[in-house]
C-alpha cells in the first residue's frame, strides 16, 4: 500500500506566499509522475501542476506564480505557490502515478490540505 502525506496548507493574504509538501511512503516501486491537484467549493478537480522526470506541466492560471519540484531521494514532490490571489484558495490534493511490480500503474492521493488566500 502506498500514503501521500500532504502538509503546508494555511491562510495566506493576497500576493503572499506558501510551500506545499508531499512525500509518499509504503510499497513504492517507480513513481512516474507526481502532481498537484485544487478543487474549490462546487468546481471540479482541476490540474495545477505535474511533473515527471525533468519535465513540468503547468495549469495557464498559476504559470509564473508556481513552481513544482521533487526530490526523488525522499519520494516528496513540493509546490511553491507565490503571488498568490483568492481564485487560489481551495483544497489541493497530491497525486501520484506509480508502477507496480507487474508494470501495471496505479493513482494515489492524499488527504487534501486546504490553502485559503484572503483578499
Known amino acids: 500500500q502506498v500514503q501521500l502525506v500532504e502538509s503546508g496548507g494555511g491562510l495566506v493574504q493576497a500576493g503572499g506566499s506558501l510551500r506545499l509538501s508531499c512525500a509518499a511512503s509504503g510499497r513504492i516501486v517507480s513513481i512516474n509522475a507526481m502532481g498537484w491537484y485544487r478543487q474549490a467549493p462546487g468546481k471540479q478537480r482541476e490540474l495545477v501542476a505535474a511533473?515527471?522526470?525533468?519535465?513540468?506541466n503547468y495549469a495557464d492560471s498559476v504559470k509564473g506564480r508556481f513552481t513544482i519540484s521533487r526530490d526523488n531521494a525522499k519520494n516528496t514532490v513540493y509546490l511553491q505557490m507565490n503571488s498568490l490571489k483568492p481564485e487560489d484558495t481551495g483544497a489541493y490534493y497530491c497525486?501520484?502515478?506509480?508502477?507496480?511490480?507487474?508494470?501495471?500503474?496505479?493513482?494515489?492521493w492524499g488527504q487534501g490540505t486546504q490553502v485559503t488566500v484572503s483578499s
Open positions: 497525486n501520484a502515478n506509480m508502477r507496480d511490480f507487474d508494470y501495471t500503474s496505479h493513482d494515489y
Open positions: 511533473i515527471t522526470g525533468g519535465s513540468t
